[in-house]
């Protein structure tokens, strides 16, 4: 027996990669299920690349999505989660924050990814809609999530209306950056052009008017989009 179990170990040392079916002999992952999701199609050692053979380290170094997507990781090392991050604020979001852990990722089209449309406020709001969280981070913004869902914006996400405008169609995603900051989506200088990626009838006329010239020539109290509509709570001109 001791003879033949030598022999499996051996075996294992010497083998190549193992396969998710070896994974799956001590971690406890549906296989069914991950094949379905976004990196089905991948190996486990395609991102856990330090293993090349069993048993492993008990201690394994981080994923590296950058890896793969290079682009992306990019954008969020300069975003406003990115740099939190690199300060070592412990409770800024991650990649996993937002898309879940990588084994349950599917894709953004699907009903239950937490990045599809009509679940950001949910995704965005496991932190955005946290009392403690703002008030840690001095964000000063009162409910914004509660706020959105109630707006013409996210009503009509809400009832399925993939045309509508999502958290990351205003904010950005990978790369968002703060308000304050000059080339933020949501910043008074870029708000008008943001808007107008849906409302570009409204942008035309806005930027022909008093208050886009004045914007345009640098004034600083000349209002913007969300001086009137007041951001995260849209309604509908008839609304009361």
């Known amino acids: 027996m001791r003879v033949l ?7 294992l040392l010497t083998a190549g990669p ?27 050692t395609d991102c856990h ?13 981080p994923v590296d999505c950058g890896a793969c997507h290079g682009d992306v990781v990019k954008a969020y090392g300069g975003s406003v989660h990115g740099q939190a991050r690199k300060t ?17 990722i599917v894709p953004r089209k699907e009903a239950g990814s937490k ?19 703002l008030q840690r ?12 869902r109630s707006s013409v914006h996210g009503r009509a996400v809400a009832r399925g209306e993939e045309a509508a405008a999502g958290c990351s169609d205003c904010h950005g995603s990978h790369g968002i950056l ?9 910043n008074r200088d870029q708000v008008a052009a943001t808007c107008g990626a849906c409302h570009s009838d409204v942008q035309t006329a806005y930027e022909g008017s008093v208050h886009g010239k004045a914007a345009k020539a ?14 995260n709570a849209h309604c509908l001109p008839s609304s009361t």
């Open 115 to 133: 990045v599809a449309k009509r679940n950001l406020p949910e995704t965005c709001g496991a932190c955005h809609a946290n009392p403690e969280f």
């Open 178 to 186: 703060a308000s304050k900051d000059g080339k933020a989506q949501v």
């Open 49 to 61: 690349t330090s293993i090349k053979q069993l048993p492993h380290a008990d201690k394994m170094p």
């Open 137 to 148: 981070h001095k964000i000063p913004f009162a409910k914004p999530v509660e706020a959105y």
């Open 218 to 231: 640098g004034f600083k109290g000349a209002p913007v989009c969300t001086d009137c509509h007041a951001p």
């Open 5 to 11: 179990l030598a022999g499996l170990f051996s075996l």
């Open 88 to 104: 070592g604020m412990p409770d800024a979001a991650t990649c996993a924050s937002c898309h879940g852990k990588a084994h349950d």
């Open 18 to 44: 193992p396969a998710a079916q070896d994974c799956t002999s001590c971690h406890d992952t549906d296989l069914a299920a991950f094949a379905r999701g976004t990196h089905g199609s991948m190996a486990c």
